[in-house]
């Protein structure tokens, strides 16, 4: 490994040429061209540096000198390893920016759980995706920075015990987020086909997909980039799904128990069931009632006769008994009358010879209006006598 350049040394051909082939090796792993890749990290550096109140020269000088003094920090406890005979791991320091985060499984870091219990609580505009046959709840990575860096976090973290950490130029929105996949409680996921690695040809016909509904696949390097999706593995409290697991166990072991229920309560359960069954044969006989009565008045009284119309409607419990009775509705034949309006407009009148005049007959049309017939503005260009003087 080598190490980092002192801050105001210039870095050597080897160092440039390895920091060239990261970033195009980063850069083709997110589907980007290295130039992109640079203009992207560059603006995440700019809004960083604009969060912490610091020019971009002095944010930058600010990591190259961090990066050194972690890259010596390790270099001097490696030789106190030496020198000691020890072998334990050197304790590095906090990931800089394109840095792995390392996973450490076991019991969850208490800040990562009230962190993960309060992005549940935001709007993160989370979608539904399918892991391993499960669903997840996956987020976008820049709407969770939105939440932390918002007001409302910082309220909520200031409360007594709420365990959240408080958010400062030290300890940035992105190093609260790595808190979530460190504890194993959020992971970086990407999208993924899910008849990858078959080994059988495409179907001929695409499969009928939920629309929105992701396969996504957890990615090794579980970096922070605003651009990026996560999952949430943290569930919550499962207090109401353990209670209605527990009502119905309880329902279960009830109905089971039947023959053990005190007489009273069965002859109850008994006269309740009958009842039920009355209902519903009711129910039955009405319908079949109705039918027949709509039947009989079709023929005598047409159009016919309902009763309780709405009995089948998609109305409320109450509003399917109102009204009483009611008339069967006739359907009215609009294409009919349309197209024989369209004729009407269409012919063009005639005198008595069998030729058009050349003028309309006003007198006409208005006796037709005055008899009741419906008029219709006619938009033909008309000639009119005028009276020479």
Known sequence: MQAPPAPGQQPSPQQIAAMQ????AEAQKRGMTPQQFQAAQRAQLEADAKKAGLTF???????KQQAYQNHQRQQQLAQQQVATGQQSPATPGPPQQGQQVPINPGTPDPRAVAVAKWLRSQDLKARAC?????????????????????????????KKNSGLPALTPTFPATEILK??????????????DPHEGHGH???????????????????????????LHYIFLYEGPQWRTKLYAGGALLLIMAVIMFPLWPVKLRIGVWYLSMGMVGLIGLFFLMA????????????????????????????????????VWGWQEEKKKKSKSSKKGIGNESTTPTTA???????????AAST???SGVSERRNLTPRIEEVEED
């Open 288 to 323: 079949i009632f109705r039918l027949i009565l709509f039947v009989a008045t079709m023929f005598t009284v047409p159009p016919g006769l309902w009763l309780y119309p709405n009995l089948f409607e998609d109305v409320g419990f109450f509003d399917s008994f109102r009204p």
């Open 368 to 370: 037709a209006t005055k």
């Open 179 to 192: 808190l979530l996949p460190l504890s194993l409680l959020a992971l970086r996921v990407s999208k993924t």
């Open 201 to 227: 040809a495409p179907p001929a016909k695409p499969t009928k997909r939920t629309k929105g509904l992701w396969h996504v696949r957890i990615e090794q390097q579980q970096d922070i980039s605003p651009d």
């Open 130 to 158: 399918i892991l391993n046959g499960q669903r997840k709840d996956m987020f976008k990575v820049k709407r969770a920075l939105r939440a932390i860096e918002s007001p409302a976090y910082t309220i909520a973290s200031k």
């Open 21 to 24: 082939q990261a970033m195009a």
């Open 353 to 363: 010879d069998g030729q058009t005049p050349s003028a309309p007959i006003t007198a």
């Open 57 to 63: 020269e002095q944010y930058i000088n600010q990591l």
